[in-house]
């Protein structure tokens, strides 16, 4: 347990201690199917495909050593990846549901967390309740006897809510209640949901554990029971296969992960600390500001923030949120987040040009704040506001 919590252990030496030729990196096992030398050996791993490379969509070694790497940064026995964040969030919410089941989930939570649970799965006969999930009371107020799961996302990414993780855990587990949590945001450099008594963490790997813009990918970690009935059931049912050169890709951007990390913490603290104190900028929504309402449990959970964070212009009109937006020349204007490079994400670009929007909505701004000099960041955002 000691080994698994330090970084340096994790990156440099777990599962790679018997590399190939003593290549420093690992190779590629860019293959779909892995062949017996027996009779006997191919009947001992066919019976065990949980555990044993057989064919790709089960196991495959680059993709089983990022696994193990992702597993220890998260403090879990057991981590999964697979082919999206997406296809991560859906195979721990399904495998923890049947029909007839209740959910608990956060309102704000990712777009297709909220349509897998509210379209999806009622076909099958799931019902969910949503909460804000800032007060703890309300999330077991929400609680029925056919709740089974609650399902977590901290903070939420355009509205930054915080839920006290180890709290809800904690009650969810005397109620024998499972739990889900999304921590892609923070990272495992950041918060370690697992440790906090969470069941089940997941991640989109296409945001910083890849931290180019060039995979897509998901993670699912937790206990060596959870994570082996996702694989045998789940995984292998649904399919959705990570790619062995995607896990390869991740595993490069693993290696550097803190140190990205606690630059783009440094960034996004100078960068809302300047919108902060900006006239045209109503308010920031930081979880590492003072002036989050939720600022003193953000401390006590979260270690430093990422590179992402929102912010309301002073604006009347679509129009206007336009000319911003298209005056930064630093800040690419593209979804997602994770990457070197610095994002744009105005929420009115989600109505079409001319459209009402809610006054409440119309000046969201979301930013990524990339890898770049913040200074350089900052004074491309002085300009556009000018
Ligand atoms: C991007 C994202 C996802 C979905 O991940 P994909 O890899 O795009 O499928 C899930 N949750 C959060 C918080 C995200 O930002």
């Not at 999964?80 to 991560?88: D, E, L, Q, R, Y």
């Not at 107020?141 to 939420?156: H, W």
């Not at 003072?290 to 309301?312: E, M, N, T």
Request: with cysteine.
């Amino acid at each position: 347990m000691t080994k698994s919590q330090n970084i340096s252990y994790i990156l440099h030496h777990q599962g790679e201690d018997n590399l190939p030729y003593g290549a420093v990196s690992p190779p590629v096992f860019q293959t779909s199917i892995f062949c017996f030398p027996s009779f006997g050996e191919f009947c001992a791993a066919l019976g065990d495909e949980v555990n044993r490379s057989l064919y790709t969509r089960g196991n495959n070694p680059t993709v089983n050593l990022v696994e193990e790497k992702l597993a220890a940064l998260e403090g879990a026995e057991r981590a999964k990846i697979v082919s999206s964040g997406v296809s991560a969030i859906s195979h721990a919410i399904m495998a923890f549901v049947e029909s007839g089941s209740h959910v608990v989930c956060v309102e704000d939570c990712y777009s297709w967390t909220r349509t897998l649970l509210s379209s999806y799965l009622a076909r099958f006969g799931v019902t969910v309740t949503y909460v804000e999930g800032t007060v703890t009371e309300e999330i077991f107020a929400a609680c029925r006897p056919e709740t089974r799961l609650i399902y977590l996302e901290s903070p939420t990414t355009f509205t930054f809510k915080i839920q006290d993780i180890p709290v809800i855990a904690r009650e969810a587990r005397r109620r024998g209640i499972k739990t889900i949590i999304d921590n892609t945001w923070a990272t495992p450099v950041f918060c370690k949901p697992h440790e906090m008594g969470v069941d089940l963490v997941v991640h989109s790997g296409s945001k910083y554990f890849g931290g180019a813009s060039d995979i897509i990918a998901g993670v699912i970690a937790g206990s060596k029971a959870d994570i082996d009935k996702i694989q045998a059931e789940e995984f292998l049912q649904l399919g959705t296969v990570p790619d062995p050169f995607m896990a390869w890709l991740m595993l490069r951007g693993l290696r550097t992960l803190h140190i990205r990390m606690e630059a783009h913490f440094k960034g996004a603290l100078d960068a809302a600390s300047f919108l902060e104190n900006h006239p045209r900028v109503e308010s920031v929504l930081y979880p590492f500001l003072a002036s989050h309402p939720q600022a003193a449990l953000v401390k006590k959970l979260y270690d430093g923030g990422s590179g992402l964070f929102s912010f309301r212009l002073r604006v009347k009109s679509q129009d206007e949120v336009a000319r911003f937006t298209d005056r930064l020349r630093l800040f690419k204007r593209a979804v997602s987040w994770g990457g070197y490079e610095s994002l744009v994400f105005p929420y009115a670009v989600k109505y079409p040009v001319g459209a009402d929007i809610p006054p409440e909505r119309l000046g969201l701004v979301r930013l990524h704040i990339g890898l770049e000099k913040p200074e350089d960041l900052i004074a491309d955002l002085e300009e556009a506001l000018r």
